[in-house]
């Protein structure tokens, strides 16, 4: 069974021989490896172009638009596997993740496999791949149908699943700054009839601070909101929209949280830069407003979660058992 492993890249010189060295000693050899340039100006297309000489199972191609999502659909488009895998260029595969998981997807015959990951912090690779070499559990189907889904455990990185080809349709790739592997996977959920999850670490991801994923261009908050919009009328079509409403805000809230963080600590960088910091409160002030509007403490699974409360707390929103009206406070770095 062909898998088409999808790796989008921007000025990734310094990484992506690592990654491909890793797909080169994975178990699984039944592969189409797929580089997308994603207008990179150092010498990343060089480097992926010798591997294609080498390799005849690399295929490179370019992608002018610059963003992950434009370079993940067009490696998409260009897959020819009956599976498809999507990996950033400056991380790690397991040895044996592909084929534990391609191996689950044939006798599950799954729409989508589930795998762990590991973030590799200070430690050498060697060690990482030690831990990852250690089994996690038991090997589990968590549903059958989307009427019968939990999001609780949906909000997983692309690179930590395989996904069946023909499952994909063109509106799960949105073209966002942050959140847009989210959205990804809020679509797949839905149409997903088989999800299997597997005891084993497929993926080492490797902490950074360059990527196509490492932006200063952060996504607008009003127009992520349009997009949760659009998500929300897709599963009132599928008729699922009522049984997963809870969930479905729990993931709006928590990703309003996390971009909500990072303009926090974008701000904190820009104290001394009046128009940078002027535009990091503005972006804070609209997220405050939408996760005010989702009366956040009316959620029992937001509740439940420490260090959403934590954070909150940080946007001035008062955490109180029922929730009422936000204070009128404003909002302020402290």
Known sequence: MLVSVIIPMHNAENTIERLYTSLYRSNYKDLEIIFVDNAST??????VSYYQMIDPRVKVVK???????????????????EYVYFVDADDYVTPNGIADMAWAAEMENADIVRGHFYSLYDEDIKHALEICSMPLGFFGRQFDGPSKQS??????????ALYKKTLIKDHYFVNLQQGEDHLFNLYAYADAKIVVDIP????????????????????DAYRLLNEYGQIAVNYAEKGILESHQIQLEKRIIQNYLMLYSVEYRTALRNLFDVYALGINQKRMQDIYEILKAFKPYSNPLIREDVSDCEMLM??????????????????TLK
Request: a negative charge; one cysteine or more.
């Open 42 to 47: 150092d010498r990343s297309y060089e480097k």
């Open 63 to 81: 992608e002018e638009k610059l963003g992950v999502t434009y370079a993940r659909r067009h490696g998409f488009q260009e897959a020819t596997g």
């Open 151 to 160: 999001f609780q455990s949906q909000n997983i990185p692309m690179w930590s």
């Open 200 to 219: 084993t670490y497929v993926y080492i991801y490797i902490r950074h601070q360059n990527g196509l994923s490492m932006t200063s261009n952060l996504t």
């Open 314 to 331: 940080l946007t001035n929103i008062p955490c109180e058992t029922e929730y009422q009206e936000v204070r009128e406070k404003q909002l």
